[in-house]
Nanobody
Framework: QVQLVESGGGLVQAGGSLRLTCAAS?????MGWFRQAPGKEREFVSA????????DYASSVKGRFTISRNNDKNMMWLQMNSLKPEDTAVYYC?????????????????WGQGTQVIVSS
């Protein structure tokens, strides 16, 4: 089974930027980013289709975050700009066998271990 490893999290001031990376050990199809803040459910952030032409974003991050991928390198990124304290969470990379995008957690069967993002005010 493919393994996913996230990196790039850290502590940043409000208004700053971070770039998260998801490295896959093999070929992945549909992919996405989710996040989980303390005491809250894991929520959808962004998703990208297999060929990268279809993307979706949660309304809370639209216009600030950009998802991208490189299938030759088996990697995916999440560029996060204009970060806000409410973006503080553990961010998870996820993959699914369907090439289309999905915003639903249950549609993803492979998850990374997560990377912590903390945005200070």
């Amino acid at each position: 089974q493919v393994q996913l490893v996230e990196s790039g999290g850290g502590l940043v001031q409000a208004g700053g930027s971070l770039r998260l990376t998801c490295a896959a050990s093999g070929v992945t199809v549909g992919m996405g980013w989710f996040r989980q803040a303390p005491g809250k459910e894991r929520e959808f952030v962004s998703a990208i289709s297999w060929i990268g032409t279809t993307k979706d974003y949660a309304s809370s991050v639209k216009g600030r975050f950009t998802i991208s991928r490189n299938n030759d390198k088996n990697m995916m990124w999440l560029q996060m700009n204009s970060l806000k304290p409410e973006d503080t969470a553990v961010y998870y990379c996820a993959a699914r066998g369907n090439p289309n995008i999905s915003t639903r957690r249950v549609d993803y069967d492979t998850w990374g271990q997560g990377t912590q993002v903390i945005v200070s005010s």
